[in-house]
């Protein structure tokens, strides 16, 4: 090892202490060790090199991460009713309703995600904006087949006709699937301008 080599060069070296040799062979060392792990990443062999997941971990905890979108674009503009939670209509095909991994059911707004129980990390985003008006209160909320909700309502404003919700979880059994609602309560039915869901499984 060059460590070592480099301590053999400069042992009889005038001037050169027991405690700098040792530093300098310890440095030899680490560029040894350096230089394997470069040499093993970058060989062309047809397969990603072994070292690269125990040495990398951080970065790559899953390749790629998986995901599910659901949409209801301007094209349905559902009408929902004052003051009662209501599962848009998926648009669909629309670029925003896809399948990266994670199965998606159009037909019940929902996205399907399996999982290990306890140990699987899954973000859910959910979203959604109406026409302009200025009464009452926007709400969207993420509800679950195992019973957990989570849910974000505001004031509507002339500055904000929506909401948002944001949620990562842990998931409590093997198969859960996702879908969302929204709400508003400006005293009479309201047009729904979009509304978003997004599922990733992180790792």
């Not at 080599?5 to 060790?33: H, I, P, S």
């Not at 070292?51 to 991460?65: G, K, V």
């Not at 929902?80 to 896809?98: G, K, R």
């Not at 842990?170 to 047009?191: I, K, M, R």
Request: aromatic letters at 6%; glycine letters at 6%.
């Amino acid at each position: 090892m060059f460590g070592n080599k480099l301590f053999e060069a400069l042992k009889d070296v005038e001037g050169v202490n027991t405690e700098d040799l040792q530093r300098a062979r310890e440095l030899g060392n680490r560029m040894d060790q350096q230089a394997n792990m470069a040499t093993a990443l970058l060989t062309p062999n047809g397969n990603l090199s072994p070292n690269i997941f125990s040495h990398h971990s951080e970065s790559f905890s899953i390749l790629p991460h998986e995901v599910g979108s659901i949409i209801n674009g301007s094209a349905d503009a559902d009408s929902i009713s004052n003051a009662t939670w209501s599962t848009p209509t998926i648009t669909s095909p629309h670029i925003s309703t896809f399948s990266r991994g994670l199965k998606i059911d159009v037909a019940n707004a929902r996205v399907h995600v399996s999982a290990l129980a306890g140990d699987t990390e899954i973000l859910v985003l959910a979203w959604c904006d109406f026409a302009a008006n200025a009464d009452g209160e926007r709400g969207v909320r993420i509800v679950t087949n195992d019973s957990s909700v989570r849910s974000n309502v505001v004031p509507a404003s002339a500055n904000n006709d929506g909401a948002q919700v944001i949620h990562i979880r842990v998931a409590p059994q093997d198969l859960t699937w996702y879908t969302f609602e929204v709400f508003q309560s400006s005293g009479g039915a309201l047009v729904l301008d979009f509304a978003n869901m997004v599922v990733v499984r992180l790792r």
